[in-house]
């Protein structure tokens, strides 16, 4: 009782709005009490509104009320804190939108802890006890907080459902099974869990073994990637080591051939010149010699120009003597680097391909398998989807086989095939995947089709290989078609009661192929898919009997 009281106080004196200890407490006129700062906050909050509210009641004043700090409530805050009581209920602690509330607390109600699917009701930690406590509620099954427990509630009867009806696939309640539901194969919820769990063990022990192989893939890819790094960085740093020799080696020669022919400049000029100079004395020496013949000729003594004239005419040999040769003497020199340089634009242009890079595809597919066992290695557990199925298609053995039957009473579904006696599997195909479909009768599609194919109506549109969205293989007495968006195939083969399909959805390959004691290939598609697939199969015809995905493992 104690402790009842003291839990009363704490409640008490918490404001609602901090869900902290009263500060600074004041009351207003209907109460309720709040920390001056956070009333003060909400008031504000309403300034623009003719009236003021109380949070908790809703109470309306007018005019704003007064806020005065209440004395007593602060002294008992005080007292309380000196009791070793530090804060109010954490916030936590409350159910908010998103959470499932207690359906037994009272005002403001906390998180739930468990829900109970026998009371199908909700508790927070207090009000679970007397699910642990008292043996009337022993056998009451717990779980996580749910908001869904409604659903475990037959919208006829008003009856937990604890039964699943075969027949119809889908829950009811013990009062069906005697109503509506008389007559249909039906078992315990619990067993139909039972057998699903199986199922979900399986297909985890797949998923799991999927994911073992996608992370061995990854692990390769990213040696791959490393490799390629590698490879590329040492494939820059050795061509670029080569062409910095290259360009060395040209720098090289081109001083060289620049030094050779300076020398061979400086050699010829400093010849012309020495001949030039030569030449330039003669000159100096023959005008000399003319101006004296010129003197001479005018002298007026007879005597002295008979006298003087035998030693002024005779000239002395030239002493120079050269050949001019032909102009662009260097053009040789241009001429060899121009052939060097056109030798190596052919290098360059021609012979480039050696080591030019090409596209390399790092991903490439794997091999398709050819034994049958080489297949096996990527077999899939394919179940069928009821929420696609026909109302003249019936599903067992674990939603792998579909049989042909009269309508039946489905409840409405937007996936649901509604005129074409059609349906998909649940899963979702993607990567490397192998599965057989065994027919009792010949005259059945088998499919793969993206999820977002066309369901309701008898439009072609919604018929597996009528569009672009679905790939299928029709497989009647004499033979074989196949179908791609109306566009129909005639396939060879033999006729045979199962039928392999291969999918390499990453490589964009899709092969069927007839099972019997070997694998025969019918027909190998090879595209781009675009999105996740999902097996399908259709059932037409008055032969047609049920097809089965079958087990392979």
Request: include cysteine.
């Amino acid at each position: 009782m104690a402790q009842k009281g003291v839990q009363l106080d704490q409640e008490t004196i918490c404001c609602s709005i901090c869900l902290d200890l009263l500060k600074d407490p004041v009351t207003i006129p209907c109460g309720h009490s709040y920390c001056m700062d956070c009333i003060k906050t909400h008031f504000d909050g309403e300034d623009q509104k003719p009236v003021y509210s109380c949070p908790q009641c809703r109470k309306t004043f007018r005019p704003r009320p007064v806020l005065l700090k209440s004395t007593m409530l602060a002294e008992v805050v005080e007292q309380l804190k000196k009791t070793g009581l530090q804060a109010a209920p954490a916030a936590h602690c409350y159910a908010g939108p998103e959470d499932v509330a207690c359906d037994v607390c009272s005002g403001r109600k906390l998180k739930a802890f468990k829900s109970c699917l026998q009371c199908l009701a909700s508790y927070c930690e207090q009000h679970l006890q007397p699910h642990y406590e008292s043996p009337t509620f022993k056998k009451h099954k717990l779980v996580e907080p749910s908001k869904k427990l409604q659903e475990n509630i037959c919208s006829r009867h008003g009856e937990v459902m604890k039964m699943f009806c075969w027949t119809d696939q889908q829950s009811i309640c013990y009062l069906c099974s005697v109503d509506e539901h008389k007559g249909h194969d039906t078992v315990s919820a619990a067993a139909e869990r039972s057998e699903r769990q199986k199922e979900l063990k399986v297909s985890r022990l797949n998923i799991q073994q999927r994911i073992q192989d996608r992370e061995k893939d990854v692990k390769l890819l990213q040696q791959e990637l490393e490799a390629i790094n590698r490879s590329a960085d040492k494939a820059v740093e050795d061509s670029e080591k080569m062409f910095t020799e290259l360009i060395r080696l040209m720098q090289k020669r081109s001083s060289e051939v620049k030094q050779q022919v300076r020398s061979q400049q400086e050699t010829e000029v400093s010849g012309v010149k020495e001949v030039e100079e030569k030449l330039q004395q003669e000159i100096r020496e023959l005008k000399r010699k003319d101006a004296e013949l010129k003197k001479l000729s005018h002298t007026e003594d007879h005597n002295q120009f008979l006298h003087s004239y035998p030693s002024l005419s005779a000239l002395s040999p030239s002493t120079s003597s050269f050949q001019i040769r032909p102009h662009h003497r260097f053009d040789h020199v241009t001429a060899a680097v121009s052939r060097v340089r056109d030798i190596l634009q052919d290098i360059l242009r021609d012979k480039w391909t050696d080591v030019s890079l090409t596209e390399v595809d790092v991903l490439l597919p794997a091999a398709e398998p050819k034994t049958r066992a080489e297949f096996l290695q990527y077999s899939r557990e394919i179940t069928l989807d009821p929420n696609t199925a026909n109302t003249e298609l019936l599903l067992s053995e674990g939603n792998r086989r579909v049989t042909l039957t009269s309508p039946r009473s489905y409840p409405d579904h937007p996936d649901r095939f509604t005129v074409w006696q059609q349906v998909l599997s649940r899963e979702s195909l993607t990567g490397r995947c192998y599965w057989e479909v065994g027919m009792s009768e010949r005259g059945v599609y088998v499919a793969v089709s993206y999820k977002n194919i066309s369901r309701a109506g008898e439009s072609e549109d919604c018929v597996f290989g009528s569009n672009n969205k679905s790939w299928a293989l029709y497989c009647y007495d004499t033979g074989y078609t196949f179908r791609y968006n109306k566009v129909q195939t005639a396939v060879s083969g033999p006729p045979s009661s199962r039928v392999g399909v291969y999918l390499d959805h990453s490589a964009g390959i899709l092969s069927f192929y007839s099972v019997s004691e070997t694998m025969t290939l019918l027909h190998r598609v090879q595209t781009t898919f675009t999105q996740p697939l999902y097996a399908g199969v259709s059932l037409f015809g008055w032969s047609v009997d049920s097809a089965e995905f079958c087990k392979l493992k």
